[in-house]
Nanobody, 116 residues
Framework: VQLQASGGGAVRPGGSMRLSCVASSRTYDMGWFRQAPGKEREFVAAITWSSRSFYADSVRGRFTISRDNTINTMYLQMNSLRPDDTAIYYC??????????????WGQGTQVTVSA
């Protein structure tokens, strides 16, 4: 399975952005992770095949994960963005464990920069 993430860019604090991740074939559970400069990769959100969702405490209430299984695409709607959301965002699919980051497939990452 190949994953293609897109939708990153630069936005001001308080702004919104939507990331997309297109899979080359059907996937089961999927997730978003991010890595900021000098920090380790961290879990952001995950969604099961049946659209049950999970969030990191730092983004709950601001980010929404969703998916459209008919087009093998996952989304991350990010609202009320803050400078500490700045990171490279990676999508991933088919985990051994949903939150830990142990996934079979990874996308290439898309940069999100939140700055005034």
């Amino acid at each position: 399975v190949q994953l293609q993430a897109s939708g990153g860019g630069a936005v001001r604090p308080g702004g919104s952005m939507r990331l997309s991740c297109v899979a080359s074939s059907r996937t089961y559970d999927m997730g978003w992770f991010r890595q900021a400069p000098g920090k380790e990769r961290e879990f952001v959100a995950a969604i099961t095949w049946s659209s049950r969702s999970f969030y990191a405490d730092s983004v709950r209430g601001r980010f929404t994960i969703s998916r459209d299984n008919t087009i093998n695409t996952m989304y991350l709607q990010m609202n009320s963005l803050r400078p500490d959301d700045t990171a490279i965002y990676y999508c991933a699919a088919d985990p051994y464990e949903l939150v830990s980051g142990d996934y079979k497939f990874w996308g290439q990452g898309t940069q999100v920069t939140v700055s005034a």
